[in-house]
């Protein structure tokens, strides 16, 4: 075996130029199918932290469904607003609920002394909503039910208010502007970086109650957040609100439900919708490459098996066997194509580090490049060496010798 693989070696090592041209090819697939591998790989790891703040144990009641169709959209415009009460009508019937909170979304202006800042993300919620979203505080403290029920006009700021609207003054027990309204800071929020391109710390928290003193009540739908008592029993947390939401929107047996109960299992299917038709492209590209460049590989040993007869010739004459012959030009188009498969995964390794350093996506080499490699190797080696190294075995050696 080390005397096969010495051979090989040599042999491609006198012709590297051409070996290394014949590995585009294999090289250009290879590096295809890995920058993609990599980008989904980075996307998946930052994806999955993302989308774990949601809660993989948190569902959300809207009369609005996620990703639905066309006509479901249209459909549900029609349906009647969740009231700010069903929050407490499913805590108080609920089983296999923990906890619940209203989500109201409202844009914002915010304004302190001469700063101010625009677009920010305004929550109208409730207490239970920072163990639903699991947000921790660097200082002070998060809503009460006091704040619920009296309406105070309290805020709990993200990080980067923190830092854009405060500039480094310490911002609780201070007054801010919200779309002209004042606002007492009574708790500042950790770094939570972003989600699906939003700025989780660019937002702010205030009781939801007050939201809607504030800034109006009409034609405003509520979204309701239900934690359930354990991430096992989310399946039963959903039929359980679904009932329990049947009865509070006075819905008959038989009758469709008038509102949505979403979770984020919809954007991880949505998400492994989107990333398996990339897998697809990205294989279909890939596996025309391995093709164009295991013809090459054959092509290049049918050459070398031309070039080499009188060789084989004398080896055959001193007693190599038919065995011996076809295991070294194997080995050689197996070594031809670990080439390419070592050039394509080193760009493909490059790319995925830029991307990570200079660009706002996600990248990472993932560990089944070697199984990939390997398997790559082998198949196209096997496959587009066979024939070259079965026309080599089987050379005459008295022909073989007379050859010029």
Same mark, same amino acid.
């Given at each position: 075996?080390?005397e096969?693989?010495?051979?090989?070696?040599?042999?491609?090592?006198?012709?590297k130029?051409?070996?290394?041209?014949?590995?585009?090819?294999?090289?250009?697939?290879?590096?295809?199918?890995?920058?993609?591998?990599?980008?989904?790989?980075?996307?998946?790891?930052?994806?999955?932290?993302?989308?774990?703040?949601?809660?993989?144990?948190?569902?959300?009641?809207?009369?609005?469904?996620?990703?639905?169709?066309?006509?479901?959209?249209?459909?549900?415009r029609q349906?009647?607003?969740?009231?700010l009460?069903?929050?407490?009508?499913?805590?108080?019937?609920?089983?296999?609920?923990?906890?619940?909170?209203?989500?109201?979304?409202?844009?914002?202006?915010? +304004?302190?002394?001469?700063?101010?800042?625009?677009? @920010?993300? $305004?929550? *109208? =919620? !409730?207490a /239970?909503?920072?163990?639903?979203? %699991?947000?921790?505080?660097?200082?002070?403290?998060?809503?009460? +039910?006091?704040?619920?029920q009296?309406?105070?006009? @309290?805020? $709990?700021? *993200? =990080? !980067?208010? /923190?830092?854009?609207?405060?500039? %480094?003054?310490?911002?609780?027990?201070?007054?801010?502007?919200?779309?002209?309204?004042?606002?007492?800071?009574?708790?500042?929020l950790?770094?939570q970086g972003?989600?699906?391109?939003?700025?989780?710390?660019?937002?702010?928290?205030?009781?939801a109650?007050?939201?809607?003193?504030?800034?109006?009540?009409?034609?405003?739908?509520?979204?309701?957040?239900?934690?359930?008592?354990s991430?096992?029993?989310?399946?039963?947390?959903?039929?359980e609100?679904?009932?329990?939401?049947?009865?509070?929107?006075?819905?008959?047996?038989?009758?469709?439900?008038?509102?949505?109960?979403?979770?984020?299992?919809?954007?991880q299917?949505?998400?492994?919708?989107?990333?398996?038709?990339?897998?697809?492209?990205?294989i279909?590209?890939?596996?025309?490459?391995?093709?164009?460049?295991?013809?090459?590989?054959?092509?290049?040993?049918?050459?070398?098996?031309?070039?080499?007869?009188v060789?084989?010739?004398?080896?055959?004459?001193?007693?190599?066997?038919?065995?011996?012959?076809?295991?070294?030009?194997?080995?050689?188009?197996?070594?031809?194509?670990?080439?390419?498969?070592?050039?394509?995964?080193?760009?493909?390794?490059?790319?995925?580090?830029?991307?990570?350093?200079?660009?706002?996506?996600?990248?990472?080499?993932?560990?089944?490049?070697i199984?990939?490699?390997?398997?790559v190797?082998?198949?196209?080696?096997?496959?587009?060496?066979?024939?070259?190294?079965?026309?080599?075995?089987?050379?005459?050696?008295?022909?073989?010798?007379?050859?010029?």
């Amino acid at each position: 075996m080390i005397e096969v693989l010495r051979i090989a070696g040599a042999a491609l090592w006198a012709h590297k130029f051409r070996a290394l041209l014949t590995t585009l090819g294999i090289a250009i697939g290879i590096f295809t199918v890995g920058v993609v591998m990599a980008i989904i790989e980075g996307l998946n790891a930052s994806f999955a932290e993302q989308i774990s703040s949601m809660g993989s144990d948190v569902l959300y009641v809207d009369k609005r469904g996620w990703f639905q169709g066309r006509d479901a959209w249209v459909l549900s415009r029609q349906r009647r607003n969740i009231g700010l009460d069903a929050g407490e009508y499913i805590l108080q019937r609920a089983q296999y609920v923990s906890h619940v909170s209203p989500r109201i979304y409202q844009g914002g202006r915010l +304004k302190y002394k001469e700063n101010s800042l625009e677009r @920010v993300a $305004v929550l *109208g =919620a !409730a207490a /239970d909503m920072a163990v639903i979203a %699991g947000v921790e505080l660097v200082d002070g403290r998060f809503l009460s +039910k006091l704040d619920s029920q009296r309406k105070k006009a @309290v805020v $709990v700021i *993200g =990080a !980067a208010i /923190d830092e854009n609207l405060f500039g %480094g003054e310490d911002p609780l027990g201070k007054r801010l502007s919200i779309n002209g309204r004042k606002f007492l800071v009574i708790g500042i929020l950790e770094k939570q970086g972003q989600m699906m391109g939003r700025n989780l710390d660019n937002m702010i928290y205030i009781p939801a109650e007050t939201l809607l003193k504030m800034f109006g009540r009409r034609w405003r739908n509520i979204t309701i957040a239900v934690k359930a008592s354990s991430p096992d029993l989310i399946n039963e947390a959903r039929d359980e609100v679904e009932g329990i939401m049947r009865r509070y929107r006075q819905i008959r047996p038989g009758q469709p439900n008038d509102f949505a109960i979403n979770q984020q299992s919809a954007l991880q299917e949505l998400y492994d919708n989107a990333t398996r038709m990339l897998w697809m492209v990205a294989i279909g590209i890939g596996s025309i490459a391995l093709i164009v460049g295991g013809v090459g590989v054959m092509n290049i040993m049918l050459v070398t098996v031309t070039e080499r007869t009188v060789e084989i010739g004398i080896r055959k004459s001193l007693g190599a066997r038919r065995r011996t012959i076809l295991w070294q030009f194997l080995v050689e188009s197996m070594a031809v194509s670990a080439l390419g498969v070592v050039v394509g995964f080193v760009m493909a390794s490059g790319v995925a580090v830029f991307v990570q350093r200079y660009t706002t996506l996600a990248a990472r080499v993932p560990p089944t490049w070697i199984a990939l490699g390997i398997g790559v190797v082998v198949v196209v080696g096997l496959i587009f060496g066979l024939w070259p190294a079965t026309k080599a075995a089987r050379l005459d050696p008295i022909e073989a010798l007379r050859y010029e």
